[in-house]
């Protein structure tokens, strides 16, 4: 099962015509979700809620993380975290991949003229702070895996 999370939106409705391609278990998962493809599975749920939020990833082979919240610092700075840490969560119960729709908002200043891989966070806005930690949470979480593994 492939499951987009925030599929009611413009980058979800994307991705859910592109996947169509490539396989037809696909799970859309809003607020109030509509088909794309006539093989869609629709899901609702409140990706604010931790139960709901697993609820939507059990199973999943792919989770494509493509939300959208309100444009306002205040949401991204309490909503984001939670939702991270619950799809991070809900990801390593069902063994299912991650693939986070992110942002650069993250890499600032100077940097921003030649990004790579290796660029360093270096915000400069209040959004910019939140993609950092959020970004910073899933690094965190793999490398606390990789260790776990490493240690067994």
């Known amino acids: 099962m492939n499951t987009i999370l925030?599929?009611?939106?413009?980058?979800?409705?994307?991705?859910?015509?592109?996947?169509?391609?490539?396989t037809n278990d696909i799970r859309l998962v809003a607020r109030n979700p509509k088909k794309v493809n006539d093989t869609d599975t629709l899901f609702a749920a409140d990706l604010t809620v931790r139960e709901q939020v697993f609820g939507a990833i059990?199973?999943?082979?792919?989770?494509?993380?493509?939300v959208g919240f309100q444009y306002k610092i205040s949401v991204w700075r309490e909503q984001w975290p939670k939702?991270?840490?619950?799809?991070i969560d809900a990801?390593?119960?069902?063994?299912?991949?991650?693939?986070?729709?992110?942002n650069i908002y993250m890499i600032g200043?100077?940097?921003?003229?030649?990004?790579?891989?290796?660029?360093?966070?270096s915000p400069v806005?209040?959004?910019?702070?939140?993609r950092?930690?959020?970004?910073?949470?899933?690094l965190e979480k793999i490398m606390g895996l990789m260790e776990l593994t490493i240690v067994c």
């Not at 059990?58 to 493509?66: H, N, W």
């Not at 200043?109 to 966070?121: L, Q, W, Y």
Request: hydrophobic share 40%; with cysteine.
């Open 125 to 130: 806005s209040k959004k910019g702070d939140v």
């Open 6 to 22: 925030g599929a009611g939106g413009a980058i979800g409705i994307e991705l859910a015509k592109v996947l169509k391609s490539y």
């Open 58 to 66: 059990k199973g999943s082979e792919v989770v494509y993380l493509v």
């Open 109 to 121: 200043g100077d940097n921003v003229k030649h990004i790579t891989e290796e660029s360093p966070f």
């Open 132 to 138: 950092a930690k959020l970004d910073n949470m899933i």
């Open 91 to 102: 990801c390593i119960e069902n063994n299912s991949k991650l693939v986070f729709f992110d």
């Open 83 to 87: 939702l991270m840490t619950n799809v």
